[in-house]
């Protein structure tokens, strides 16, 4: 059973650094995409960025040059916030697509709250 752990989060400055890292654990598994989502209060679930089996990148436009999304291993993302902005604030959910079904696993959610 695939599950994701993930770990960082936390508060940051606005213009601050952050780190969010996921783990995927339960076994060997094909993973065609690693990435991240977030939700802010009262909105709805946004992509943030991904990474595909590739090594190629996407970025939403918002997070685009100040977030960095690497693999630290086959089984491990970080994502790398630069330069945090109060709209960056929300739960962060590490999410994965895993085999030839593509099916798709959420980890539980980490909170980034951006205050000074």
Known sequence: Q???VESGGGLVQPGGSLSLSCEVSGGTFD???MGWFRQAPGKEREFVAHMITSGATLYADAVKGRF???RENAQKITLQM???KPEDAGVYYCHV???RWRDDY???GTQVFVSS
């Open 106 to 108: 959420w980890g539980q």
């Open 82 to 84: 630069n330069n945090v």
């Open 68 to 70: 960095t999304i690497y």
């Open 97 to 99: 697509e895993v085999g």
């Open 2 to 4: 695939v599950q994701l």
């Open 31 to 33: 993973i065609n995409i």
